[in-house]
């Protein structure tokens, strides 16, 4: 079952969302919602989530998924790889949760200023692809499976793994 969560005033950021009690570490705090399209079906003023190299979360913005905002410190992400975020740490009751947009992301040429405010902010929230290799081997363990495949594609050097046999 999800945690019980509130829509606040979130300063600069407009709305965002809150713990309206503490929450562990582990849990369900959200999932992410709405219709699945592709990147070309995605309706005008629709939030979207990307959540494949051709699919997207759609949501008309009605839902309380739609309103977390992003941290480059996050409290919550994509443990399981599912579009579902879970508490990555203790948050206490009233902290503001926030996800990092960069594990979803993949769109390139996307790219959001950010001012979360975190020591950890890194100024641009960019496609996962074109974060630093620090920052992606970082955000891996919270990324979407989408993006973790893709980098385990591109790493794997070694010819044992991953490999079909040979049809011979
Ligand atoms: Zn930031």
């Not at 977390?68 to 206490?92: Q, W």
């Not at 902010?121 to 290799?133: D, G």
Request: charged share 25%; aromatic share 6%.
């Amino acid at each position: 079952m999800s945690e019980p969560l509130i829509v606040g005033d979130a300063g600069s950021k407009g709305r965002g969302v809150f713990a309206a009690q503490a929450i562990s570490a582990g849990s369900l705090v959200a999932k992410i919602g709405g219709r699945l399209c592709h990147t070309a079906d995605i309706p005008d003023g629709y939030d979207a989530v990307q959540v494949g190299d051709d699919d997207w979360l759609c949501s008309d913005g009605t839902r309380i998924d739609d309103l977390i905002n992003h941290s480059c410190d996050a409290n919550v992400g994509f443990l399981t790889g599912e579009p579902e975020l879970y508490a990555i740490r203790n948050i206490a009751a009233g902290e503001e949760i926030c996800w990092d947009y960069s594990t979803s992301i993949n769109e390139t040429g996307w790219r959001m200023e950010c001012e979360c405010g975190s020591h950890k902010c890194r100024s641009a929230v960019l496609p996962f692809s074109e974060l630093s290799p620090v920052d992606q081997e970082r955000l891996l363990p919270i990324t979407l499976r989408y993006l973790r495949d893709s980098v385990i594609t591109l790493t794997s050097k070694s010819p044992t793994s991953r490999t079909k046999p040979a049809a011979c």
